[in-house]
């Protein structure tokens, strides 16, 4: 398994720098620019997002964590995600964790795109990870979801503990995944639109998403629907943070149909129809 997940992730690689061989230029007109006050607003709001999730959980642990063994029962959980429920697994479970760690390493495939513009994918980037990390751990922090390992016996003692056992809504592992992925595709396809190879990122950035998905399933951590609502978060936070960034978002702005303002009171927008 680590050696088929290798070759794909290293395959992607070897793909996206061939293609700067014989890449056109595009320093000129750029898909993608950056701007100061969208980018405040976007990193203010991602990262208060993450940073106010994370005091929440890990500084003041405000999620109580009311484990009570032997009462818990399969028949509880809809019948659906029961069909996907399995033990917990940790060679699974590390496994997962490699899948999800090389999908959002994905993106540094867009290195083969020209060097002006490894800031702003970059920015794009850290952007992109922030607001799905927080928007993912703030859902976890409200919604108490038992995990599905803790309907079975040999459950992790010590995630028990951390109080990990109640945050499987939802999959957190999925959400980064599919964000790098939707990142990767569709910051690619608009630095090459033309290119044959578009297909083949795609393809793989979103299957190895995927596989990460199904290993939190099988791994035990997860339900289906875990998974499902992840991915939609991660591919929402993957495709919309580039979006905002490119000329067809900013045209709104620049036909003053949208007005924004700073001042010592707080952040003003007028909208004009």
């Known amino acids: 398994m ?3 997940v290798n070759s794909v992730i290293i395959g992607l ?3 996206c720098f061939s293609y700067n061989l014989f890449a ?15 980018d ?10 993450a940073g106010s999730a994370f005091l929440y959980r890990d500084v003041f642990h405000a999620k109580e964590n009311n484990f009570v063994q032997g009462s818990y ?3 509880d959980v809809n019948g659906f995600d029961q069909i996907f ?4 697994s940790k060679n699974l479970h590390i496994v997962g964790t490699g899948t999800m ?3 959002m390493a994905s993106p540094f495939a867009l290195l083969c795109t020209p060097n002006s513009q490894w800031f702003t994918i970059g920015t794009m980037f850290a952007e992109t990870l922030l607001l799905a990390q927080g928007t993912k751990e703030w859902i976890k922090n409200v919604v108490y979801r038992p995990r599905p390992y803790v309907y079975f016996d040999g459950y992790p003692q010590d995630k028990v503990d951390e109080g990990d056992w109640n945050c499987s809504f939802p999959s957190g592992h999925a959400t980064m995944a599919f964000a790098g992925a939707a990142f990767l595709s569709y910051v690619f396809c608009q630095y090459y639109p033309e290119s044959s190879w578009k ?15 199904a290993l939190r399933m099988a791994s035990g951590n997860h339900y289906f629907t875990d998974v499902l609502v992840g991915a939609l978060i991660g591919t929402s936070c993957g495709f919309l943070v580039p979006f905002m960034h490119t000329q067809n978002y900013y045209a709104v702005f620049q036909k003053k149909k949208v007005q924004s303002s700073v001042s010592p009171l707080g952040f003003n927008v007028k909208f004009n129809f």
């Open 2 to 4: 680590k050696k088929k």
């Open 13 to 15: 690689f070897c793909l």
């Open 24 to 38: 056109n230029d595009i320093s000129d007109n750029p898909p993608f620019r950056l701007n100061p006050l969208n």
């Open 40 to 49: 405040g607003i976007i990193l203010g709001v991602s990262g208060g997002l």
């Open 73 to 75: 029962d399969k028949a």
């Open 85 to 88: 429920m399995r033990p917990y």
């Open 101 to 103: 760690i090389l999908s």
């Open 199 to 213: 297909y083949a990122v795609t393809g793989i950035s979103f299957g190895l998403a995927a596989l990460t998905g």
